[in-house]
């Protein structure tokens, strides 16, 4: 019995990798019992699915999804399915399964062994393994059509309410992948899509793609309304999850390493420093504060101006026809504005006191 199972393995196997008609996959995986042929593996851990992948066969693939087969809740125990289809750049198989298997995808790093080696990699990578995610995958082989169907198939561009076919550098931003995003920028993107995925970035404390984009060197001038980055950053915290809050220190850094200018004060109201004093947030204050200090300090040591006095800036220029930012009010000096900020925090800890009474 187990030497007539060895036997159809190995013809199974054989039908796959020699990309027969399809008929004749059907009619091998129709003799194989369904628990047998999804514990199968080779000595590499390698499944039935695996191997149709690796042999690029989409046939094969479409085939054992349609008979019900390696679909949900079905998990190999080694090799993600994406993963391995993305090493192998072959897009329709990465569709078929991110439609058969949408929760395959992820932005959560997964440990994989390379099969094809990375042919676009910043890095000697010396391991055969990679904590990485599909897409970090396809970008390090330099399948960019590979990348881009991956992200038309997820949900993230979705999210992101990104429109049209070919901006694809916001979701590789929102999906954390800076191998995507080199790739995808030495396709010669257009300067508007570089400029939206710098939003993205700044919106989500996301400094390794940062500083991917700003490398570019495109003119920011007409981005946000001609706001500075710092005053985007610091704007947005309300809306960033807590543990973005971590990396407020290492954006503030990469916009210092690509000579943004920590002192400006054009448009009114956005001057870095009282920018970032005045939107600490109360919620989860003893978490968060420790990072937007180390950002203070940062930006004193930059030579930031703690007694600017953005009053009598606004009055100076008044006439000029210079914006005026919303959000916060303008302030005397830093002094000021944490004075202004702690109010709003002790009424908000009171209120939460009384509401916990």
Same mark, same amino acid.
């Given at each position: 019995?187990?030497?007539?199972?060895?036997?159809?393995?190995?013809?199974?196997?054989?039908?796959?990798?020699?990309?027969?008609?399809?008929?004749?996959?059907?009619?091998?995986?129709?003799?194989?019992?369904?628990?047998?042929?999804?514990?199968?593996?080779?000595?590499?851990?390698?499944?039935?699915?695996?191997?149709?992948?690796?042999?690029?066969?989409?046939?094969?693939?479409?085939?054992?999804?349609?008979?019900?087969?390696?679909?949900?809740?079905?998990?190999?125990?080694?090799?993600?399915?994406?993963?391995?289809?993305?090493?192998?750049?072959?897009?329709?198989?990465?569709?078929?399964?991110?439609?058969?298997?949408?929760?395959?995808?992820?932005?959560?790093?997964?440990? @994989?062994?390379?099969? #094809?080696?990375?042919? /676009? $990699?910043?890095?000697?990578? %010396? !391991?055969?393994?990679?904590?990485?995610?599909?897409?970090?995958?396809?970008?390090?082989?330099?399948?960019?059509?590979?990348?881009?169907?991956?992200?038309?198939?997820?949900?993230?561009?979705?999210?992101?309410?990104?429109?049209?076919?070919?901006?694809?550098?916001?979701?590789?931003?929102?999906?954390?992948?800076?191998?995507?995003?080199?790739?995808?920028?030495?396709?010669?993107?257009?300067?508007?899509?570089?400029?939206?995925?710098?939003?993205?970035?700044?919106?989500?404390?996301?400094?390794?793609?940062?500083?991917?984009?700003?490398?570019?060197?495109?003119?920011?001038?007409?981005?946000?309304?001609?706001?500075?980055?710092?005053?985007?950053?610091?704007?947005?915290? @309300?809306?960033?999850? #807590?543990?973005?809050? /971590? $990396?407020?220190?290492?954006? %503030? !850094?990469?916009?210092?390493?690509?000579?943004?200018?920590?002192?400006?004060?054009?448009?009114?109201?956005?001057?870095?420093?009282?920018?970032?004093?005045?939107?600490?947030?109360?919620?989860?204050?003893?978490?968060?504060?420790?990072?937007?200090?180390?950002?203070?300090?940062?930006?004193?040591?930059?030579?930031?101006?703690?007694?600017?006095?953005?009053?009598?800036?606004?009055?100076?220029?008044?006439?000029?026809?210079?914006?005026?930012?919303?959000?916060?009010?303008?302030?005397?000096?830093?002094?000021?504005?944490?004075?202004?900020?702690?109010?709003?925090?002790?009424?908000?800890?009171?209120?939460?006191?009384?509401?916990?009474?």
């Amino acid at each position: 019995m187990a030497a007539k199972i060895e036997d159809l393995k190995k013809t199974l196997y054989k039908k796959i990798l020699t990309t027969e008609d399809v008929s004749s996959v059907r009619q091998c995986l129709e003799k194989c019992e369904r628990k047998y042929l999804l514990a199968w593996t080779d000595e590499g851990g390698y499944d039935v699915l695996h191997h149709a992948i690796m042999a690029n066969n989409i046939e094969a693939v479409g085939m054992i999804f349609a008979m019900g087969l390696f679909k949900p809740p079905h998990e190999p125990k080694y090799h993600p399915y994406i993963h391995l289809a993305a090493n192998f750049g072959n897009r329709s198989i990465s569709v078929m399964i991110l439609q058969e298997r949408p929760q395959d995808y992820s932005t959560t790093r997964t440990k @994989f062994k390379w099969v #094809k080696k990375p042919t /676009e $990699s910043s890095q000697n990578l %010396t !391991s055969e393994t990679s904590m990485v995610t599909p897409l970090d995958v396809a970008g390090e082989c330099g399948h960019v059509d590979c990348i881009r169907s991956i992200l038309d198939v997820s949900s993230i561009r979705t999210k992101l309410g990104i429109k049209g076919s070919d901006n694809h550098l916001s979701a590789a931003c929102a999906s954390s992948s800076s191998s995507a995003l080199r790739l995808l920028l030495k396709q010669r993107p257009s300067s508007e899509d570089i400029k939206s995925a710098i939003g993205t970035a700044l919106k989500q404390a996301n400094a390794e793609c940062l500083d991917v984009l700003l490398k570019c060197n495109t003119s920011l001038t007409s981005l946000f309304g001609g706001m500075n980055l710092y005053h985007v950053l610091y704007s947005y915290c @309300f809306s960033f999850k #807590k543990t973005w809050y /971590e $990396s407020f220190l290492a954006v %503030t !850094s990469v916009l210092l390493k690509h000579k943004q200018n920590p002192v400006c004060a054009i448009p009114f109201r956005t001057y870095p420093l009282y920018s970032l004093i005045s939107h600490t947030p109360a919620s989860d204050f003893g978490r968060t504060f420790p990072y937007i200090a180390a950002c203070m300090v940062v930006l004193l040591n930059a030579g930031v101006d703690p007694n600017f006095n953005e009053v009598h800036f606004e009055s100076e220029h008044e006439g000029k026809n210079v914006q005026t930012a919303f959000g916060r009010g303008a302030f005397p000096s830093a002094l000021h504005c944490l004075y202004g900020n702690v109010k709003t925090l002790m009424r908000r800890f009171d209120d939460e006191d009384t509401n916990i009474r």
